[in-house]
């Protein structure tokens, strides 16, 4: 392919020089060829001679392309014939705009054959080609009004299969028209692409000399007859008047005191803490003020009714003292009418159980077994698109239309090559040296020679490789400014052609790829700002690997297979290669996260596993008594924590085994989580049940003890358990299908730990007590001690209130009913949460990469990499279904932005956004199909569409069979000289096909060649684009247009791009009545990040309802049901302020450590809120009451025992267990810990429901004794 913008300054064909050259009109400076250059390049004789009258056939020649000149003219036929045939390189990047073609046209028709050549070429030297004189240099007199016409009517052209300006092919990218003269002007040297002598255009000539510079008059592309489209020409009157002026970035509202600034947000939640503040504080005074007075006036009353209150309080009823036989002191009329059932079932069933344990430890335990049966079909899903992206996701049904209508996204192997920078404040050196080229030569010859095993046969690159245009692979390298040839390095001209070529990619014929595409610097280079090529940092080699529907098939397991013999030679050859020369290499591959994603679900197995262990450790510990020297072999418990932790092991197995059964697949999610979170909960009740039991009592049977610990804690367990197992089964209705899998597993295992722990854990617990009375070993019940001293029998039997629980009585309970306590926290917990609130403003949703990837991984240096060099976002398709471009639609100039096309149009409205990329996150124009096409059928694109005399298609003249690549320069052929355009003007409807031309003709299109002499050609950049199938019935089914996002280097920066781009779809779609759509390859795994924060605060919604309703049924108290919703959802708003100020963004991780917190908050907080409920006084004696029973086995059995095992996953070697299970789990329990044993006490103390007084109605439903 020849340089367009090169071979087109081969139009300046001049003829003559004389001594005494005449300056006047009708006189030619130039006339006639006398000569070539060695490369070819013919050379104008220096003839000053009169203008010549040509014959009727060329001036009616010269008058079809060149309007303005008339009568006598300064160029013979050959010289107007080359005229023509090199023009017709340039037609096509312009013809879009009819006022910028006739500019472009006037320029070189005037320099070429007007009549008056004279007043504006001075030929200024001249050289001896065959002892004929040629002309080697002029000067070419143009007025500053007419480059400047000519420039503002180009400058905005585009050209669309490149997504770039015209200009950039025909004019090296030029700024202002002084640039572009200065292009066209230069002189070549032999074999380089070029103007073939000197030409330097200037202003005016001398005051003596008697010229007077060319000013033929130019069009504005907004001209009215020759006007351009809006994406061509967004000055037009007609184009400004109808674009709508951007939207400007919505920022947050945020309100200004002094030079301090806040959100609005912040400021509002802060004047309602301080109202709030204020009045509870006004409220509190005045409360006390009114006690103290009301105190001062009752006290000889009530001290009178203090021994009579106090008589009555040492006599209970006989009913009570029947049912309690000495238990600690509980109101059971307190409790509720279900409590009540669940209270004398538990009695019941404690009884019953401690009669026929290990009857019942079999049954459960063989049912859990036979679930776990199902493990035999465990499978584990690691494929993300099934992981995060819906079968009913709109992204994924985009992407299976755009897949199998066009074509799948290539897969990408990418190298990254890159200097190292000496310090912190300096610039990292440039790449571009001859040692860096040539060791990226001897990278890619390693590349190149790579083969892969597959089935016993061997692959290599170029089976597998992109192949756009041929048998040349479309790999994206710089080498491709030498073809990919290392002999070409020194011959083309070294660092300095890659330097020259960054200037004209698109226009040498040195500078195109072996693909024979151009190669754009910025997909090659990295590391460099703005267009300072030559400042890259970085190499970027990109080889693109052809893809199949859905990842499946032979070929995407070849590649596969290819892509881990890349990684494994990036590892093992390239990166010591480039450590040698000082330089940094990060790679990757399509199938890289994929396997390291494999890699990490084993990372940190050794650590959960600690993890576990040392849970274990606490367990058998807490469970156990006090030690003693002398028996703590007997009342330890770690045989029953053991079995204990075995049971939650097998609730989780249980789960995994149905679901599995059923065909549903475990995620690693899973795998990590589930274990954690159902020991955690199952811990809690093990700690309970057995503090309860150790509660009693030691007189009492151990039947009865078992009775009373079950009536004491069931209910409470089974509220939390049931709670927590609805708020894990709302998780169902999430979309995301690893989040939803999640919360069906997880639902499913914290019910069978519960089923496990009332049944299978209050058996062993029987056979522990019992093994503890008889004075077996722990761990080795088999062995009785014969020891039988007074002490150790106090070791066994005796009851006493451990430190914690006297801790909690003595100091704890104490200082929490003190008043200016109870306001501090009050204000200080409230303070908290609204400080939540406007942290969890600032969380931004995504999952960034690095994290999810192991710390040793490959990964973590290319993703860093990537945001540090990479210059362009991905592609960007917007996809049209059912494009009807029938005669009788008007779709398509809807959708084109050309002459003609409306100025809303598609194409119009994608460069207009284009135009403000930090808004739509569009970086250019769109490449369009359509735009290309029209133009390759118009009449003025004269090499494009051609026919033979037969009818069929007819290739420009520098194709086979016009010419062959081995023929050297080409001209018009004998096999070729009657083709004829497609179509004269009078063919067309307004420069539009009609549906039998576009059906015809577009086959013809997208299987055309690019050329220098027609570039339109659709076959490689467009080849995919077009959906055939049917299109005979004048509707096409898909078609897309490509443009690129702006850089996208943060997760936020991929979310708002597709939020952006959908809406601009959105847009388009209703005012065009269209179905357009936009895709790019990782909307897919995007799409959950847009909502996000609407699934999160649903599903936590319905999960808090979820909690409340449990509540309610089980309590049948509104007041206390409301009190634990509004501790949880404090516990929930400040684990999202947590996240805010740790930077935790929202994912599908976070969502599911959200929904789990709810459950586990529930247990910080049901166990206190029931115990008060039963207890006896007033608000503050049953809030000591609460936290003297039950405080002690909150923070031992939950808090304490979360802590430990969360605390170990903080030496993960994973980041995503550090960020979302170490920081995120340490957070909840620390908060709930403190909403649980802290605030919550002090707000029942305050608000907490009063007593039920229920002494008649109820009394059935009070747990009585046989």
């Keep these: 392919m020849r340089i367009v913008s090169s071979i087109l300054l081969l139009l300046i064909l001049f003829v003559g020089y004389g001594v005494e050259a005449k300056q006047s009109a009708g006189y030619c400076a130039m006339y006639d060829i006398c000569g070539a250059r060695s490369d070819g390049k013919v050379l104008n004789c220096p003839f000053n001679i009169p203008a010549v009258k040509p014959d009727d056939l060329l001036s009616s020649k010269i008058q079809s392309l060149c309007p303005t000149i008339t009568g006598n003219v300064c160029c013979t036929e050959t010289q107007f014939d080359t005229l023509r045939s090199q023009v017709q390189q340039a037609i096509p990047f312009i013809v879009g705009c009819p006022a910028c073609l006739r500019n472009f046209l006037n320029l070189f028709c005037e320099l070429t054959c007007s009549p008056d050549q004279s007043l504006f070429i001075n030929v200024t030297s001249t050289t001896k080609v065959k002892n004929n004189s040629t002309v080697d240099g002029i000067q070419y007199y143009i007025t500053d009004d007419f480059g400047a016409g000519m420039y503002e009517s180009c400058k905005n052209v585009k050209f669309g299969s490149s997504n770039s300006r015209a200009l950039d092919f025909l004019g090296a990218g030029a700024k202002n028209f002084k640039e572009w003269f200065a292009f066209i002007g230069q002189k070549a040297g032999v074999n380089v692409p070029g103007s073939p002598y000197g030409i330097a255009f200037l202003p005016t000539p001398p005051v003596s000399s008697g010229m007077r510079p060319m000013n033929v008059s130019t069009y504005s592309c907004g001209d009215e007859s020759l006007g351009c489209s809006c994406g061509d020409c967004p000055s037009a009157a007609t184009c400004s008047s109808k674009a709508e002026v951007p939207t400007q970035k919505k920022h947050s509202c945020s309100i200004k005191i002094g030079s301090l600034e806040a959100k609005c947000v912040d400021f509002i939640l802060a004047i309602v803490y301080i109202v709030l503040v204020s009045l509870f504080l006004g409220g509190g005074l005045l409360h006390r003020v009114r006690g103290k007075k009301k105190t001062s006036q009752m006290r000889p009353s009530s001290e009178a009714g203090g021994e009579q209150n106090s008589a009555n309080l040492q006599k209970p009823d006989t009913i009570h003292a029947q049912m309690l036989q000495n238990t600690p002191q509980r109101n059971w009329g307190q409790l509720s009418t279900v409590q009540g059932h669940l209270a004398n079932f538990y009695r019941k069933y404690g009884i019953w159980v401690a009669r026929h344990p290990t009857l019942v430890l079999c049954l459960s335990v063989s049912v859990v077994l036979l679930l776990c049966v199902g493990l035999i079909r465990f499978k584990v899903e690691t494929r993300p698109d099934k992981l995060w992206v819906g079968s009913g996701s709109r992204a994924a049904q985009e992407k299976q239309f755009f897949d199998t209508h066009l074509a799948p996204f290539y ?51 170029t089976d597998i490789c992109m192949k756009p245009l041929g048998e040349d692979c479309a790999t994206q390298s710089v080498l491709q400014y030498f073809k990919m040839k290392p002999e070409n390095y020194d011959d083309f001209g070294g660092v300095d052609h890659v330097k020259y070529c960054f200037e004209h990619f698109t226009s040498t014929d040195s500078c195109l790829s072996a693909f024979k595409g151009p190669l754009d610097p910025t997909t090659a280079l990295g590391g460099f700002s703005g267009n300072s090529f030559s400042e890259a940092s970085a190499f970027l080699v990109t080889y693109p690997v052809d893809n199949a529907v859905d990842n499946k098939g032979n070929k995407t397991e070849k590649a596969v297979a290819w892509e881990k013999a890349f990684i494994q030679l990036a590892k093992d050859e390239l990166l010591p290669m480039v450590k040698a020369k000082n330089l940094t290499l990060s790679f990757s591959s399509e199938s890289s996260i994929e396997e390291e994603l494999k890699r990490e679900s084993t990372a940190d197995v050794i650590t959960i596993a600690i993890s576990y262990l040392v849970m274990f450790a606490y367990i058998s510990l807490t469970l156990g008594d006090s030690p003693r020297l002398n028996s703590f072999y007997i009342t330890s418990k770690v045989l029953l924590g053991l079995s204990g932790v075995l049971l939650v092991m097998l609730s989780v197995l249980g789960s995994v085994g149905f679901f599995s059964a059923v065909g549903m697949k475990s995620t690693l999610i899973i795998m990590e989580v589930i274990p954690f979170l159902v020991l955690a909960v199952g811990v809690d009740n093990m700690c309970i049940l057995v503090h309860a039991v150790k509660r009693q009592e030691q007189e009492l049977p151990l039947e009865r003890r078992i009775s009373n610990a079950l009536m004491e804690v069931g209910p409470s367990i089974t509220l939390a358990s049931l709670a927590e197992i609805l708020a894990f089964a709302v998780g169902a209705f999430i979309k995301m299908p690893a989040v939803r899998v999640f919360s069906m597993f997880a639902a499913l295992a914290v019910l069978l730990d519960f089923l496990l722990q009332i049944t299978a854990f209050v058996a062993l617990i029987v056979f522990d007590f019992q093994r503890t009375e008889d004075k077996r070993v722990d761990c080795f019940p088999c062995i009785k001690t014969s020891k039988s001293s007074n002490s150790a029998d106090k070791g066994v039997g005796q009851r006493k209130a451990g430190l914690l629980t006297r801790y909690m009585k003595e100091v704890h309970a104490p200082v929490l009913s003190h008043w200016a306590v109870k306001i501090l926290v009050i204000a200080f917990f409230f303070g908290l949460a609204m400080a939540g609130i406007a942290l969890s403003t600032r969380i931004e949703p995504g999952l960034e990469q690095q994290i999810v990837l192991p710390q040793d991984s490959y990964l973590q240096g290319y993703f860093n990499n990537i945001s540090t060099y990479l210059r362009i976002g991905p592609p960007l398709y917007f996809v049209l279904k059912n494009y009807n471009y029938s005669s009788e639609s008007r779709q398509t100039n809807q959708l084109c932005s050309i002459n003609k096309c409306d100025s809303n149009s598609l194409l119009n409205e994608i460069a207009r956004a284009s135009l403000t990329p930090e808004l739509s996150y569009i970086a250019k124009p769109a490449a369009s199909w359509l735009d290309d096409f029209l133009v390759w059928l118009s009449p003025e694109a004269f090499g494009c569409c051609r026919k033979f005399t037969n009818g069929t298609f007819c290739p420009p003249d520098d194709q086979p069979p016009c010419c062959f690549p081995d023929q050297g320069s080409c001209g018009l052929s004998e096999v070729c000289k009657d083709c004829t355009t497609c179509f004269r003007h009078a063919d067309l409807s307004s420069d539009r096909p009609s549906t039998t031309q576009f059906k015809e003709k577009l086959p013809w299109f997208l299987n055309a060649l690019p050329s220098a002499d027609c570039a339109k050609g659709g076959h490689g950049a467009y080849s995919s684009s077009v959906d055939l199938q049917g299109y005979e019935n004048g509707i096409i089914q898909a078609s897309s247009f490509r443009t690129y996002h702006t850089p996208l280097n943060k997760q936020a920066d991929f979310v708002n791009s597709m939020r952006a781009a959908q809406e601009f779809s959105a847009k388009v779609s209703r005012s065009l009545k269209m179905e357009i759509y936009p895709y790019s390859v990782f909307y897919m795994f995007f799409e959950q990040y847009l909502d996000i924060w609407k699934t999160a605060l649903i599903n936590l919604s319905i999960a808090i309802a979820a909690v409340f309703v449990v509540c309610l049924i089980i309590t049948c108290s509104f007041w206390s049901s409301a009190i634990i919703l509004l501790v949880i959802a404090m516990i929930i708003i400040d684990l999202l302020g947590v996240m805010a100020v740790f930077h935790i963004q929202l994912n599908a991780l976070s969502v599911v450590n959200l929904i789990m917190s709810v459950g586990i908050a529930v247990e910080f907080c049901v166990h206190i809120t029931h115990a008060f409920s039963i ?37 993960s070697r994973s980041e995503v267990f550090v960020v979302y299970y170490f920081k995120m789990y340490l957070a909840l329990v620390l908060l709930g810990f403190l909403h649980g044993l802290v605030f919550l006490p002090v707000f029942l103390s305050m608000f907490g429901p009063s007593p039920r007084h229920v002494e008649g109605e109820r009394q059935d439903h009070r747990p009585s004794l046989p």
């Design 411 to 461: 897969r990408i192997e990418q190298l990254i090559i890159a200097t190292v920078q000496k310090s912190s404040h300096e610039k990292a050196p440039e790449i571009l040296t001859d040692d860096n080229i040539k060791l990226l030569f001897d990278i890619q010859k390693k590349v190149d020679g790579l083969r892969a095993n597959h089935s016993g046969s061997m692959v290599s690159l």
């Design 1175 to 1211: 207890s006896t006084g007033d608000r503050n004696h049953r809030m000591k009451e609460a936290l003297g029973g039950m405080g002690a086995s909150v923070f031992s059995g939950i808090t304490l025992t979360k802590l430990v095992g969360v605390i170990v996953l903080g030496f």
